[in-house]
């Protein structure tokens, strides 16, 4: 069994809303060896190493269904045993998994398409390699694969190895905690780095944590409590509990110290933690000597300061109210006079709760030179048996991080201890804090039982209080959350996904310019880059999940418009969990062939999965079939049909029963895109009116005109700032490069086109007709390679009866097809067309083929020139011919014989200067 490919969905995708894994698996000679033959062995044999396995359901969904399918008749195939053992492995190292999904691959036997869920994209394909190692190891000798492995292969080493890997990445108590109140909250969150930090919410309302400090901890606070000298000389100057103290440099000055307050002392790092470098109840000067060295460990400077008898206690006050309190115990065991401390140790660290460092909620007890040293003052030793219920401690300071257990004791805390915390965390100055408390009952008054804060601690962790030993766990989690995001503040910013074959970076840009124009700053994600407030940031296609991400993380951005295309979908899913609004434009032949996509179904089915996601609005063409189906999988609150047909006899059910749509209606002066929702009619705008129609000829942009305004009005933006917004968005290279772009400063029209699938080029021939123009009509054609054969067919019989002369050209980038392949493919497809042989050329290649169109055109011509690579043939069609144009006054706005080079006005960065159907004009930012 092989896995021959693998995708990480890190969003919703075709099979779950939320991240899973997919392995494409060869089972090979293994598909003649389903469980029901391998036999009972190799099930049992299977569970033994995998017990957990008992609890899954499988199809029969009810606990030891799993089991059952294997040991029916025939059994299962392995490719679903391995995803049954992939996510029990993940449980075992402590991801919550339960989804998964293996289905044969059609057409291809012994193949599979095998998915299951992950928290942690490693962990989740570790758990994949865990497994199929296993199951391999687990056949007979004479079936077993040469890969599998090795005899002596030990997989309960090779599961606690992969246990403690997944430990490694996970989050730890306090930041899981955290995170959990965030997902109950419904706050969106993003892990920043491989450690704690971490984002809460999106765009601009985004608040960090890096385990328990937050963006809102203040850094003078911060150095405050890791300074135990300034921290209780300010809490002494108001009157809080804190022991004398003064700071050292040497062994001498400690034992000065400790004679001027009066043994017993401590002595401790001055910027320690975790309890590392403490030593407590010190009464001779050798101890204070050292005491100071293993300080000095930490850090030249130590504080020494007065032994306060009594319990150690930790309070937890968040947004200046206390929380949680616990008792801390130290580290230790309890005597059962049979075993030895050595042998009580071990036996402690078999609690499951028990782990590395903060990897679980307790940590292990190890011995080191402090827990020798406390047990030789008892006259002890590791072999030692204590009595029965004798108490030994292995720990003189009582951090869990140390060993340590914690009893919660929120509910009995006195009120004057409480008020005593808060008053200390706020007169440091956070706004998360920890004060380590000593008194022999918290359930007294410090004023009377005395007592006496020992620390304050800045990031303080929350185990000791979500888990502790014995008592409630506390909710500490939650108040940080809510500290973080008040009731009614919002943690996520608008968010419109927009999908489809054509038309997605308009109608993306199209919405992106109205929120503009409305005063939000937008991050828009598209085929061309990545923009935030109209600059380019990142330049490319930008369509997947990272792109996404950008978005979400910039904290300037205030709202997030996503083109959303089939192969970040394919390849990784969404970046996003929810949106707001979604749209799909329509559904045609593009891609199909590849990355086993092959059907418009399946296309549609890639397609639907942001208008799944869609919480407030589904926008819909209803003059697409496959569109028109995906409205039974959206659960958002409302259903917008886009329709360009006023006859649209389901859109009229649709808006009878109260439903919005945006429908294209004739009048006197032409078309009005016109909304109808909730029984409302409202006329929007006519279509004429919207610079990038091309006066309402350009049907294609008059569509995505109607998407843009449909998702704007359902992001709650008004008529006259949508109206606003379309009439002041244009097809000019600087605002839709690649899209539609008309140069009118030849004697010939021009316009350039991204279109490379048959529907774009209809929608561009539907547009050369409505011009009308009085000469020839030129087209420079081409398809992507990688595109199936009946597709570049069909781009030719399109073009076929929509030109006078053909040039048929090839892309840069030949995707696999010979050095002039596609343009003879075209060539070709015309002559079967009818179009005449000397109607037609073939220049293979982008540049020499536009430059042979603009050379052989005559005034009154339109060239149209479907091109690859956008930026360089729009600089030859600018450039064309510049020396020698005539400049008719010099008063007259600058044309491009007049400009300086083109790059000098950063046309790379899509900047300064404006191209519209008029001509050539500077201008300080697109879209100005």
């Known amino acids: 069994m092989k896995i021959l490919n693998t995708n990480v969905y890190v969003g919703p995708n075709t099979y779950a809303h939320f991240p899973v894994i997919r392995h494409v698996l060869d089972l090979g000679v293994l598909e003649e060896w389903p469980t029901g033959r391998l036999g009972s062995e190799y099930i049992e044999s299977l569970i033994k190493h995998l017990p957990g396995l008992h609890e899954h359901g499988c199809s029969y969904r009810e606990p030891g269904g799993f089991v059952r399918r294997m040991k029916e008749d025939e059994g299962t195939w392995l490719g679903h045993v391995m995803e049954h053992v992939a996510i029990e492995l993940q449980n075992v190292a402590g991801s919550p998994v339960t989804f998964g999904r293996t289905r044969s691959v059609e057409g291809q036997p012994g193949q599979y398409t095998m998915v299951f869920q992950y928290l942690d994209a490693e962990v989740g394909r570790e758990s994949g390699q865990l497994a199929l190692s296993l199951l391999h190891s687990l056949l007979p000798k004479d079936i077993r694969p040469d890969d599998a492995p090795a005899e002596d292969w030990d997989f309960n080493e090779a599961r606690d190895d992969f246990i403690r890997y997944a430990q490694r990445r996970a989050f730890g108590p306090s930041t899981a905690s955290l995170v959990r109140a965030a997902e109950d909250r419904n706050i969106p969150w993003i892990r920043l780095n491989r450690q704690s930090l971490v984002q809460f919410g999106h765009g601009k309302y985004q608040q960090r944590i890096q385990a328990t400090t937050t963006s809102r ?7 405050l409590a890791s300074d135990k000298e300034e921290t209780n000389s300010i809490l002494r100057d108001l009157g809080l509990p804190v022991p004398k103290q003064f700071m050292v440099r040497s062994a001498r000055d400690a034992l000065r110290a400790a004679q001027r307050i009066g043994f017993p002392v401590v002595i401790k790092p001055l910027a320690g933690n975790h309890g590392r470098g403490v030593s407590i109840n010190l009464k001779t000067p050798e101890e204070i000597e050292s005491a100071y060295q293993k300080s000095s460990e930490h850090g030249r400077t130590a504080v020494v300061e007065g032994y306060i008898e009594g319990f150690d206690h930790r309070l937890l006050v968040v947004n200046g109210e206390l929380v949680a309190a616990a008792k801390r115990m130290p580290g230790h065991i309890v005597g059962d006079g049979a075993h030895t401390i050595q042998q009580l140790v071990d036996i402690v660290n078999q609690d499951p ?21 406390l047990l030789t003052k008892l006259n002890f030793n590791r072999n030692t048996i204590p009595s029965e219920g004798e108490v030994v401690f292995l720990r003189s300071t009582a951090n869990l991080s140390t060993g340590g257990t914690a009893i919660d004791v929120t509910d009995t805390i006195h009120p004057d201890n409480r008020e005593m915390a808060i008053r200390t965390i706020n007169a440091i100055g956070l706004d998360i804090g920890g004060v380590d408390f000593l008194t022999r009952d918290i359930t007294e008054s410090y004023r009377d039982a005395g007592g006496g804060i020992c620390e304050v601690n800045a990031g303080p962790g929350f185990r000791m209080h979500v888990a502790p030993s014995e008592g409630i766990p506390r909710d500490v989690a939650g108040p940080v959350l809510e500290m973080l995001f008040p009731k009614d503040t919002p943690s996520r910013i608008p968010i419109a996904a927009i999908t489809g074959t054509n038309g997605k970076t308009t109608t993306s840009r199209m919405l992106a310019h109205i929120l503009k124009m409305r005063g939000f700053t937008v991050g828009l994600t598209s085929t061309d880059g990545v923009y935030i407030d109209g600059q380019l940031s990142v330049s490319g296609d930008m369509t997947g999940p990272v792109s996404a991400n950008m978005i979400l993380r910039d904290p300037a951005v205030d709202v997030a418009v996503m083109e959303t295309a089939r192969g970040g979908m394919l390849r990784s899913g969404l970046g996003f969990q929810k949106c707001n609004v979604a749209a799909c434009l329509n559904v045609s032949a ?9 059907t418009l179904e399946q296309l549609a089915e890639i397609k639907r999965v942001p208008v799944e996601i869609a919480m407030d609005a589904a926008v819909l063409n209803a003059d697409d079939v496959h569109c028109l189906q995906m409205a039974d999988y959206t659960d958002a609150e409302t259903l917008c049909y886009v329709t360009t047909n006023s006859n649209h006899p389901l859109v009229k059910q649709h808006i009878q029963a109260g439903g919005q749509a945006f429908v294209l209606e004739q009048g006197m002066n032409g078309h009005m895109i016109t909304i109808y929702d909730k029984e409302s009619h409202i006329p929007l705008l006519w279509t004429h ?12 942009n008059v569509q995505n005109a109607m998407f843009s305004a449909a998702l704007a009005y359902n992001m709650n933006i008004g008529l006259e700032d949508i109206r606003h917004g379309l009439r002041t968005f244009d097809a000019t290279f600087f605002q839709t490069p690649g899209r539609m772009n008309i140069y009118s400063e030849h004697p010939f029209k021009v316009i350039l086109d991204y279109a490379h699938n048959p529907a774009a080029v209809r929608a561009m021939c539907d547009l050369v007709k409505r011009l009308e123009p009085e000469g020839k009509r030129i087209a420079v054609l081409s398809a992507p390679g990688d595109r199936r054969d009946e597709d570049i067919f069909e781009i030719a019989n399109i073009a076929s009866s929509n030109f006078d002369y053909f040039i048929c050209r090839c892309d840069d980038n030949r995707l ?5 392949e596609v343009a003879v493919m075209i060539k070709n497809k015309l002559l ?21 169109a603009l050379e052989i055109a005559a005034p009154g011509d339109l060239i149209l020139v479907l091109s690859d690579e956008i930026k360089r043939s729009w600089k030859q069609i600018i450039y064309f011919n510049a020396g020698n144009r005539a400049v008719e ?3 007259k706005r600058p044309v491009a014989s007049e400009l300086p080079e083109l790059d000098q006005f950063n046309i790379d960065d899509e900047m300064e200067i404006i191209s519209d159907e008029r001509g050539v004009r500077i201008a300080r930012e697109a879209g100005d």
């Open 217 to 223: 901890t203040s850094n003078i606070a911060v150095e």
């Open 353 to 373: 709760r028990r782990g590395i460092g903060h990897e679980k909620v307790l940590t292990r007890l190890e011995f080191d030179e402090q827990a020798d040293r």
């Open 590 to 598: 593009d891609h199909l062939g590849l990355k086993g996509i092959d």
């Open 689 to 700: 009116l919207i610079p990038a129609t091309i006066e309402g000829k350009a049907m294609h």
């Open 816 to 820: 696999g097809r010979g050095t002039d």
């Open 832 to 852: 079967e067309s009818g179009v005449a042989a000397n109607q037609i050329e073939v220049i293979p290649d982008e540049q020499e083929a536009t430059t042979k």
């Open 889 to 891: 006054t010099v008063s």
